[in-house]
């Protein structure tokens, strides 16, 4: 006895894209555009990008919790109606600290990069570089 089952639709629903490029089984993955941003000692921000729309925005300082809060209300609030669906924790992709980086910690850097590598336990030197 053998089991028959009938030829899969050449085409079917379940396929074709919708208008915002999902399919009913699961979304399209659509490449992603490489975006730099590079802070300055000073405060001044760069965005490099071959194809991006960016806004560039600032959360007020606040002290306390409540403030915190308050500021990201505002920010919430105050944000170009364009880029306010992305104002959510799933839609981040990305996340960092701002820290000062002197040429002293790039020389040690380098140093304990030679270091590591010297005794065998870095194979890329890469892997250690510093992401401000």
């Known amino acids: ?3 028959i089952s009938a030829p899969a639709p050449a085409s079917s629903d379940k ?5 915002d490029g999902q399919t009913k089984d ?3 993955r659509r ?3 490489p975006v730099l941003v590079v802070l300055h000692h000073d405060g001044f921000v760069e965005v490099y990008a071959n194809n991006a729309n960016v806004t560039i925005v600032v959360e007020p300082h606040m002290e306390s ?4 809060r308050l500021a990201r209300d505002y920010l919430a609030a105050t944000l170009p109606r364009l880029f306010r669906s992305l104002y ?3 839609k981040r992709v ?3 600290m701002v820290e000062r980086v002197r040429p002293s910690d790039l020389m040690r850097r380098t140093t304990l990069s030679r270091l590591l590598s010297a005794i065998g336990t870095v194979s890329d030197p890469e892997s250690t ?4």
């Open 65 to 68: 919790q409540q403030g915190e």
């Open 31 to 33: 490449p992603r555009e």
């Open 94 to 96: 990305a996340t960092g």
């Open 129 to 132: 570089r510093w992401v401000v």
């Open 15 to 19: 396929e074709r894209p919708d208008q």
């Open 88 to 90: 959510w924790p799933g």
């Open 1 to 3: 006895m053998s089991i």
């Open 26 to 28: 699961r979304p399209i």
